[in-house]
């Protein structure tokens, strides 16, 4: 991906580090072509950001990839909701609570950091890091169930 990464398959101790990329999983896959190819914008993005602090990129850059990102995690929530309103999904008030403690928690993080913390910058990305991959593997799993089922057993 670039020289100021570890590898993400490479062997310890580059796996520790906090800024390792993330690679996209299949099993993250919902069957939704548009939440998809959000999901995957919001991999890319995440790297984007790790990539730049890993670099030292200057903090303007670091600043327009983290709005453009925060504001990318804000569409995409909402549009996810939209889609499982639409579709009727009945846990969908408790997907919208998870997603709003994440935006609650990144918001304050992202007002640290332009208050002037730093540091606060890395606990974002990994914490974003490791939220999307819980997030994208269990309560967003679900609902890629539920549109299966709405769909019904594929005809030969
Ligand atoms: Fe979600
Ligand atoms: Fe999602």
Redo the contacts with the bound molecule.
């Keep these: 991906m670039n020289d100021c990464l570890p590898n993400p398959l490479a062997p310890s101790p580059a796996r520790t580090s906090r800024l390792t990329p993330l690679a996209w999983d299949p099993a993250w896959e919902t069957g939704d072509p548009r939440l998809d190819s959000q999901h995957k914008a919001l991999v890319t993005g995440v790297n984007r950001l790790a990539f730049a602090i890993a670099c030292g990129q200057t903090q303007e850059e670091v600043w327009r990839i983290l709005s453009f990102l925060i504001v990318y995690v804000h569409t995409?929530?909402r549009t996810?909701e939209n889609l499982m309103a639409e579709k009727g999904f009945p846990e969908l008030a408790a997907?919208a609570d998870?997603?709003e403690r994440a935006r609650a928690y990144l918001d304050r993080l992202v007002n640290t950091y332009r208050a002037g913390s730093t540091s606060d910058l890395e606990e974002l990305v990994s914490f974003l890091a490791a939220w999307l991959t819980e997030?994208?593997l269990g309560?967003?799993r679900a609902?890629a169930q539920h549109l299966q089922d709405e769909a019904g057993p594929l005809r030969p």
């Design positions: 995409h929530f996810e997907h998870e997603h997030h994208f309560t967003d609902f």
